[in-house]
């Protein structure tokens, strides 16, 4: 038999941290190895266009020492994995090796370093996202101890100027914004114990890539939603407002969000928000769509085994696992 193409190659470099000045190089990898999935699942004509870079500057300052990348023998970028840390919450993604690089059980290599760093943050949730009708990625990551779990539904709604936007954290005097952000640790927490989602706020706002929606009621904390604006793709304007991370502590208080959600599309210059409904929450799915949500994509979360999603027993928490 001969030997496979791939398998004769020096060993990749790596891991090593991902920084601003290889977002460019990154960008292109992103864009050819994902296209070249679509491709391979039939979707002939799609071409994943390259991310804004202030996204990625999102992504890699998010995740920290879990911005990981890997070298060829050139020193060209040949794959990468960044490994995020919410707390308690860890999750991947992007994560891609270069395709004349595949096969050679550096895909595997990739998510491992991944798990790894996530378990050293010690995370009790460990997760990713991939298509659900990409069947060789359900199997490769089941051969890594993966398990499927519920479908992740985008659900979109049209801007609305009905309801007025109130209690955003980029009003809120700088004394007094790390206290808001303490409120939302301690919130997401009450939810899932260990949820944290304050590295995402504080660059959020630092970055200006959105706001965090601060929901009060008698001056208590009882939801925070973290959107950005920002336009996901590379020279495109902005076109929708995408939550990231929403938690409720009722669902009443979810539903009563929708139309805030809405006045900040609208207020945002955005034509709708876009939600990524975990599929647990049945009841939020049903209000989103009673509200006029449309369905309009679909990825299948799996978690490690050991590591399961942590669901709250009560109120409203979505965890976006893709940037």
Same mark, same amino acid.
């Given at each position: 038999?001969?030997?496979?193409?791939?398998?004769? $190659?020096?060993?990749?470099?790596?891991?090593?941290? !991902?920084?601003?000045?290889?977002?460019?190089?990154? %960008?292109?990898?992103?864009?050819?190895?994902?296209?070249?999935?679509?491709?391979?699942?039939?979707?002939?004509?799609?071409?994943?266009?390259?991310? %804004?870079?202030?996204?990625?500057?999102?992504? !890699?300052?998010?995740?920290?020492?879990? =911005?990981?990348?890997?070298?060829?023998?050139?020193?060209?970028?040949?794959?990468? %994995?960044?490994?995020?840390?919410?707390?308690? +919450?860890?999750?991947?993604?992007?994560?891609?090796?270069?395709?004349?690089?595949?096969?050679?059980?550096? &895909?595997?290599? !990739?998510?491992?370093?991944?798990?790894? /760093?996530?378990?050293?943050?010690?995370?009790?949730?460990?997760?990713?996202?991939? #298509?659900?009708?990409?069947?060789?990625?359900?199997?490769?990551?089941?051969?890594?101890?993966?398990?499927?779990?519920?479908?992740?539904?985008?659900?979109?709604?049209?801007?609305?100027?009905?309801?007025?936007?109130?209690?955003?954290?980029?009003?809120?005097?700088?004394?007094?914004? +790390?206290?808001?952000?303490?409120?939302?640790?301690?919130?997401? &927490?009450?939810?899932?114990?260990?949820?944290?989602?304050?590295?995402? !706020?504080?660059?959020?706002?630092?970055?200006?890539?959105?706001?965090?929606?601060?929901? $009060?009621?008698?001056?208590?904390?009882? &939801?925070?939603?973290?959107?950005?604006?920002?336009?996901?793709?590379?020279?495109?304007?902005?076109?929708?407002?995408?939550?990231?991370?929403?938690?409720?502590? /009722?669902? =009443?208080?979810?539903?009563?969000?929708?139309?805030?959600?809405?006045?900040?599309?609208?207020?945002? =210059?955005?034509?709708?928000?876009?939600?990524? #409904?975990?599929?647990?929450?049945?009841?939020?799915?049903?209000?989103?769509?009673?509200?006029?949500?449309?369905?309009?994509?679909?990825?299948?979360?799996?978690?490690? /085994?050991?590591?399961?999603?942590?669901?709250?027993?009560?109120?409203?928490?979505?965890? %976006?696992?893709?940037?």
């Amino acid at each position: 038999m001969a030997p496979h193409p791939h398998h004769d $190659r020096p060993a990749l470099s790596g891991p090593a941290p !991902i920084t601003s000045a290889d977002i460019a190089e990154l %960008n292109t990898l992103f864009s050819d190895a994902f296209t070249e999935r679509y491709r391979r699942d039939g979707l002939v004509g799609v071409r994943v266009p390259p991310l %804004n870079p202030a996204i990625w500057r999102y992504a !890699i300052d998010g995740a920290g020492s879990g =911005a990981m990348l890997w070298r060829d023998e050139v020193g060209a970028i040949a794959a990468f %994995n960044i490994a995020h840390a919410s707390g308690a +919450e860890g999750w991947m993604g992007p994560l891609a090796v270069r395709q004349d690089r595949q096969g050679a059980g550096q &895909g595997k290599a !990739i998510v491992q370093a991944g798990v790894a /760093h996530l378990r050293g943050r010690g995370c009790r949730t460990i997760g990713l996202e991939t #298509m659900p009708r990409t069947v060789d990625n359900i199997g490769f990551y089941a051969g890594i101890g993966f398990v499927p779990g519920f479908l992740t539904v985008t659900i979109t709604l049209e801007s609305s100027a009905a309801s007025r936007v109130q209690g955003l954290l980029s009003e809120v005097g700088s004394a007094s914004r +790390e206290t808001a952000i303490a409120e939302c640790a301690a919130l997401a &927490g009450q939810l899932s114990p260990g949820a944290d989602y304050s590295r995402e !706020i504080r660059l959020t706002h630092e970055l200006g890539l959105g706001d965090t929606l601060l929901v $009060r009621q008698r001056d208590q904390l009882v &939801g925070f939603v973290v959107c950005h604006a920002a336009p996901l793709v590379e020279g495109r304007t902005r076109d929708e407002l995408r939550v990231l991370k929403l938690v409720a502590d /009722h669902h =009443a208080v979810f539903v009563s969000m929708l139309p805030m959600l809405t006045a900040l599309a609208r207020r945002s =210059a955005t034509m709708r928000v876009a939600l990524r #409904m975990q599929g647990e929450h049945r009841e939020a799915f049903r209000d989103t769509v009673a509200a006029g949500g449309r369905v309009r994509w679909t990825d299948l979360r799996m978690t490690l /085994h050991g590591y399961p999603q942590l669901v709250p027993a009560g109120g409203v928490l979505l965890s %976006n696992w893709e940037i």
